[in-house]
């Protein structure tokens, strides 16, 4: 618990926050611009206010954003002697690895609660929409959270390990693209792929790319079995490497 508590300490003034707030909102914008600008009303109401939202954000921005998430964490660790004094510590390199994943776990977990906010306050205020956002797109948002722990936990490993900034959100981005070509071509198999995992939840329902349009039980049994087995293993191996290095990189 001291491991994580002084992480969230260092949250306080961390440069995460525009992230978390800005991503999800200027793609759930970009995806309504076209309508906003003809003035036309979306097809089926809530349905496409949602698919136009999520459907580019699975993509790759969603990972390219947990990867930023990933490196602003850990970037304070990479700063003259702190990873030195880190490794020096009594802390337990488990506590360390399940801390920075946790956190990292944790503002994209409210990434995806700004994502659902303004996803309404667009259906809302831009189109007018009646009702309230259906309880299916909430539902798959709240398994998304579930769903990109594994993505936190990789990627929060891969900023452990490289000091650039850079490359563990290059790395994102280029296996977020083979993430979802896999998914076009071998489905839920890519599922094994924590990014390939973060993009289908993100889908699930749309009928676009791999997804049928259907959200079936055994679609959810299969996103929860894929999060929990990932993310026991990325936190295991990471720890297990972790143990094994110097305490100078």
Do not use: C
Request: charged residues 10%.
């Amino acid at each position: 618990m001291r491991a994580i508590s002084a992480e969230l300490l260092k949250l306080k003034r961390s440069l995460a926050w525009p992230i978390v707030v800005l991503l999800p909102i200027v793609l759930v914008l970009a995806g309504a611009a076209t309508q906003l600008a003809r003035g036309t009303e979306p097809e089926n109401g809530w349905d496409t206010v949602w698919l136009q939202s999520v459907g580019f954000y699975g993509l790759f921005p969603l990972a390219i954003g947990i990867a930023i998430l990933g490196s602003l964490v850990w970037r304070a660790e990479h700063r003259g002697s702190n990873w030195n004094a880190l490794m020096s510590g009594p802390t337990r390199s488990l506590s360390i690895v399940v801390a920075k994943a946790g956190v990292v776990a944790g503002l994209t977990a409210i990434m995806q609660i700004v994502l659902v906010l303004a996803v309404i306050a667009v259906g809302k205020l831009a189109f007018g929409l009646p009702g309230v956002l259906p309880a299916e797109h909430i539902g798959v948002a709240g398994l998304l959270v579930l769903a990109t722990i594994p993505a936190a936990a990789l990627q929060s490993a891969l900023s452990m390990f490289l000091r650039s900034f850079a490359a563990p959100v290059a790395v994102a981005l280029v296996l977020s693209g083979i993430s979802t070509a896999a998914l076009l071509m071998l489905g839920n198999a890519a599922l094994v792929s924590p990014y390939g995992l973060a993009t289908r939840t993100t889908l699930l329902g749309t009928g676009s790319f791999a997804d049928s349009g259907a959200i079936t039980p055994e679609d959810v049994a299969g996103i929860v079995v894929a999060s929990a087995v990932l993310t026991a293993l990325l936190i295991a191996l990471t720890t297990l490497v972790l143990n094994r290095r110097d305490t100078r990189i």
